[in-house]
């Protein structure tokens, strides 16, 4: 996909920055790519928009959008009379990604890092999101030029970071923290994914890697909030806030959209 299409799309088409009125905007990071960020961060935006809240969904990996992929939907935005961009709805959340934009997913996106840093700038900005509790944003892998751009420019509630035990997966996590606390991004816990395997046949749990960072978690004062297990239903074609809205999986994906809550409203806090 030439850079040259989505820049006509969102410099031309759409005119100037607009008023956002969105009270918390949460970014969803990971050291590396592959640990189930993009899949958790759809189904904490779903959970959030559950308790009632009015939920947004920004796709900021612009080299790997995925979230068209990941809500299953094949519509295509369009512009609004007063040249703003329309979100697809999707089971009462506002998402916006490339996705919905390019002609095949398949096609990659090709721009210089400052460049595609404004493409997103302009992609978050000229959005019509009107008025939202929540904004999650699926960042992209790393500490690139895209978080630092968004640090600037958007103002950021907190993160959460996404990890699995592996040691490789775990030194980026960490690295991404070290970034967020240098930038003064509040960090609001870690989520651990493909945490552990549980048996279909006796139910038995087993830890595939090993967990050895808790200490680690203790120096920087972050808290584990959420903790899932390796399970084909996170990866099917649909949310599984969606599909089984009754899991146990989408059940602790709701408890840990209330500690995602609480801990963003001091005067509801109670000792997380």
């Given at each position: 996909m030439s850079f040259k299409l989505v820049e006509n799309f969102l410099f031309i088409k759409t005119k100037g920055n607009f008023m956002i009125n969105i009270n918390y905007i949460i970014a969803i990071a990971s050291g590396k790519g592959g640990v189930g960020k993009s899949t958790i961060t759809a189904n904490l935006a779903l959970a959030m928009n559950v308790k009632g809240y009015k939920v947004g969904l920004l796709d900021a990996d612009i080299y790997g959008y995925s979230q068209s992929t990941i809500l299953n939907v094949k519509k295509k935005i369009f512009i609004n009379k007063k040249k703003r961009i329309q979100p697809i709805p999707y089971y009462g959340i506002k998402a916006m990604s490339l996705g919905f934009i390019v002609k095949k997913q398949t096609k990659a996106i090709i721009g210089r890092g400052p460049i595609i840093s404004k493409?997103?700038?302009?992609l978050f900005t000229n959005t019509n999101w009107g008025y939202l509790d929540y904004l999650f944003i699926?960042?992209?892998p790393g500490t690139g030029d895209i978080m630092l751009s968004i640090s600037k420019s958007i103002?950021?509630?907190?993160?959460?970071?996404?990890?699995?035990?592996?040691?490789?997966?775990?030194?980026?996590?960490?690295?991404?923290?070290?970034?967020?606390n240098k930038i003064k991004i509040p960090i609001i816990g870690l989520i651990e994914n493909m945490s552990?395997?549980?048996?279909?046949?006796?139910?038995?749990?087993?830890?595939?890697?090993?967990?050895?960072?808790?200490?680690?978690l203790k120096k920087y004062k972050i808290k584990k909030i959420g903790c899932f297990a390796l399970h084909k239903t996170l990866c099917d074609k649909k949310p599984i806030l969606i599909a089984k809205p009754n899991s146990k999986i989408s059940v602790f994906l709701k408890v840990i959209a209330d500690i995602v809550d609480i801990k963003l409203k001091p005067q509801f806090r109670i000792g997380l």
């Open positions: 493409l997103l700038v302009d699926d960042m992209p103002s950021v509630s907190g993160v959460i970071i996404i990890t699995t035990p592996q040691d490789v997966s775990l030194l980026g996590a960490f690295k991404g923290i070290n970034m967020f552990y395997y549980t048996c279909k046949s006796c139910g038995y749990s087993t830890s595939i890697f090993n967990n050895k960072y808790n200490n680690i």
